[in-house]
């Protein structure tokens, strides 16, 4: 009979090598394990962007506030932004201007004066470039609102050459009391603004001044932690005046489309409205 004889040495290395395979077969995910790694990272994006929109949207954006929430925001020059409810706001400053991008909802800007650089803010296909004053901006899916409540500002278009609005066309310049609404179909609105005065947002304020019933509520969804259904079309474009309280985004809509006779009905946190 053959015997086998064997050294702790021996036995040392075979089972250091074992040892070495069997965490390099634990360390590499199977395939199985790596798709189902992606599975439940894709599934986790789904249920964000269902129930949480504005984070994947504004991942990565400077300033970004939820649902009726406002905050204020202290710029490098001294200057202070109030960021209205479920807004987000890029900033960037440089040597020779100050820029800052309204990516979504509204924001109230108090310039400090006595800085020679431009203060630039630019919200979709317009800016609003100013020295030292105090404005609102709001942006909307169909307009860009601006209103002046101390100094002026120029209103621009886009530059061909930059695409960031500072050398292109003055639409107009606005003084205070004035305010002007840019629309995506290319018409502007101008007048004089109303008593309530820019940003009565925060004042917990809802101003329609001959607004449509679809603008009003684009803007109480931001102050609603759910969804706003309409059912019928030709409601969005019915125009009215009022002022209405932002704490209470329910009361107000229902006070908004009850002149036209329009029902509100909230399932949960989801509200439809309807005309019967």
């Not at 009726?68 to 925001?73: G, I, K, S, T």
């Not at 684009?218 to 002022?243: A, E, K, M, P, S």
């Amino acid at each position: 009979m053959k015997m086998t004889t064997s050294t702790p040495g021996r036995d040392l290395i075979r089972q250091a090598k074992a040892q070495k395979r069997l965490a390099r077969d634990l360390s590499r995910p199977s395939r199985s394990r790596r798709w189902g790694v992606v599975g439940v990272s894709l599934l986790a994006v789904l249920v964000l962007s269902f129930c949480a929109p504005s984070l994947v949207k504004n991942f990565g954006v400077d300033h970004v506030t939820t649902t009726a929430e406002h905050r204020n925001v202290d710029l490098p020059d001294g200057s202070l932004v109030e960021l209205g409810a479920a807004s987000a706001l890029d900033v960037q400053f440089s040597a020779t201007d100050r820029r800052l991008k309204l990516r979504s909802g509204e924001a109230f800007f108090k310039v400090k004066s006595g800085d020679a650089r431009p203060f630039i803010v630019k919200a979709g296909g317009v800016s609003v470039v100013v020295t030292g004053t105090a404005f609102n901006v709001r942006l909307a899916d169909e307009a860009v609102s601006v209103a002046v409540e101390d100094g002026s500002v120029e209103v621009r278009m886009p530059s061909p050459e930059t695409g960031q609005g500072v050398r292109g066309p003055v639409l107009r310049r606005l003084q205070a009391g004035e305010q002007l609404v840019a629309r995506a179909d290319g018409t502007i609105e101008q007048g004089p603004v109303n008593d309530s005065g820019a940003g009565s947002w925060r004042r917990h304020r809802l101003n329609a001044d001959g607004s449509t019933v679809g603008d009003a509520i684009d803007r109480l969804r931001r102050y609603h932690g759910g969804w706003i259904v309409v059912t019928d079309g030709n409601l969005l474009r019915q125009r009215f005046t009022g002022f209405y309280d932002l704490r209470d985004p329910v009361g107000s809509l229902r006070a908004v489309v009850a002149p036209f006779g329009a029902q509100v009905r909230p399932i949960s946190t989801l509200i439809i409205v309807s005309v019967p």
